[in-house]
């Protein structure tokens, strides 16, 4: 039986509130940062009258590139850093945040900064993942991931609000005025993250020998499963905000509904990671993935059929507190799953598959979409979180909750 779960911090016990404050702050303000400068990068590549197959190339490069180093920053997030993580991130987004203001001149500025950005972004987030599992020590894990998916959640949601406010009715905002913004709100995390404390103590130096594999981390039982599952998870969650739009359109719905339904959903998902640690703890970690993925399969599966617009907000709430558990469960189960001394790289892992099929399962919904209509789409992302979520589940290590 795999004991739930062990981190390799000093905190046993309890919530260590003089980490969690200054971290959850940073972590709001980090992802509102992160989606302020993407938006904004956007709207400039539109002022600049660059060929729109510059967006997918400078996205491409904040995903990507820096996906390469993920399992090298785990390893070394294994070894005591992830505090060091934190503010190695936010010293290079507030780099990348210099640049977006001074010099938004060319298409390769934008991608030379957006490759600095999302560099920023993976320390950021493996260094606040793996606090997380710190910050409440073995007995509070997960009442802890569940605040730091709210906090994450809340961020995502001001990144978007601050660009609309700024912009008003205008077709472009001001970017430049946003990008300055940005630069204040970089300094502040930077500050923010300096806050964080590393470990009270650390353990010893390990040698070679203590290295686990990454292999071996995949052939570990319901690992590989876990992996599938979350990227599955979280490539329909962008799936959805991209083919909502085209199903709208199909369906002769107006934008502002397909905005308010996407709003809902994310509404959703917040509420539903205010109650995560209550739901792990009084339903179990098997039932509950099996539950919230087949649960947001459902949804997927019901959107492919023709809908009144009432039923579509029902769905999409229902389909935002479903994916809400099995978005926070896929962070959960693969730290739960990972060996103490591995739970840096076991997260960075996960990062890095999110991020490959961020880029490889749109280019192909692409061409379902071209031949079987957003329908197809929605059907496809249904039947495969059902089958990666009864895979998750019945893959669970024998004796686990």
């Known amino acids: 039986m795999i004991e739930e779960p062990s981190a ?4 046993r016990s309890g919530v260590d509130y003089r980490l969690l404050i ?5 972590v709001v303000l980090a992802q509102m940062l992160i989606l302020v400068v993407r938006i904004t990068t956007s ?40 505090a060091k993580a934190c503010w190695i991130g936010a010293a290079f987004v507030f780099i990348a945040a210099i640049g977006f203001w001074a ?69 472009l905002p001001p970017t430049q005025k946003l990008f300055a913004i940005s630069l204040g709100a970089a300094a502040v995390g930077v500050g923010l993250a300096l806050l964080i404390r590393p470990e009270a103590k650390r353990g010893r130096q390990r040698d ?49 509904h397909i905005g308010l339904l996407l709003t809902a959903r994310s509404l959703a998902a917040l509420v539903s990671r205010v109650f995560y640690s209550r739901l792990i703890f009084g339903i179990g970690r098997t039932l509950l993935t099996l539950t919230s993925m087949l649960a947001s399969a459902a949804g997927f599966l019901i959107l ?17 507190f479903a994916m809400g558990i099995a978005s926070t469960l896929t962070i959960s189960s693969v ?27 749109p280019a192909l919904a692409g061409v379902l979409a071209a031949a079987t209509g957003v329908a197809g789409i929605m059907l496809a992302l249904g039947l495969g ?10 893959r669970q290590p024998q004796g686990q909750a």
């Not at 390799?8 to 905190?11: C, G, I, R, S």
């Not at 709207?43 to 600049?48: D, H, V």
């Not at 730091?148 to 406010?165: D, E, I, K, N, T």
């Not at 892992?349 to 399962?361: C, D, K, S």
């Open 22 to 26: 200054p971290f959850l702050s940073h």
């Open 335 to 361: 730290v739960h799953l990972a060996p103490a001394q591995a739970c840096g790289t076991a997260l960075t892992l996960r990062m890095t598959g999110n991020r490959i099929g961020q880029i490889v399962f």
């Open 8 to 11: 390799p911090a000093a905190v």
């Open 304 to 320: 492919a059929i023709s809908l009144s617009l009432p039923a579509m907000y029902v769905v999409m709430v229902a389909l935002g």
């Open 103 to 171: 010099w938004p001149r060319s298409a390769l500025h934008l991608l030379s900064f957006s490759i600095l950005l999302g560099f920023g972004h993976m320390f950021c987030m493996a260094g606040h993942q793996m606090i997380a599992v710190r910050g409440g020590g073995t007995r509070n894990r997960e009442t802890v991931l569940g605040h730091y998916m709210v906090a994450a959640s809340v961020g995502q949601g001001l990144g978007p609000f601050v660009v609309a406010w700024l912009g008003g009715s205008a077709a």
């Open 385 to 394: 979180l059902a089958a990666s979520g009864i895979a998750a589940a019945i």
């Open 43 to 82: 709207y400039r590549t539109i002022e600049l009258g660059l060929p729109v197959v510059w967006l997918g190339i400078i996205a491409t490069g904040f995903a990507i590139v820096p996906a390469f180093c993920a399992l090298y920053v785990g390893r070394w997030i294994d070894r005591g850093n992830d």
């Open 208 to 256: 070679a020998r203590d290295v686990v594999p990454v292999g071996d981390l995949l052939r570990l039982r319901g690992f590989s499963a876990v992996m599938a599952s979350s990227i599955v998870t979280i490539t329909a969650l962008d799936l959805l905000v991209i083919y909502l739009p085209v199903l709208g359109t199909e369906r002769q719905i107006d934008s502002n």
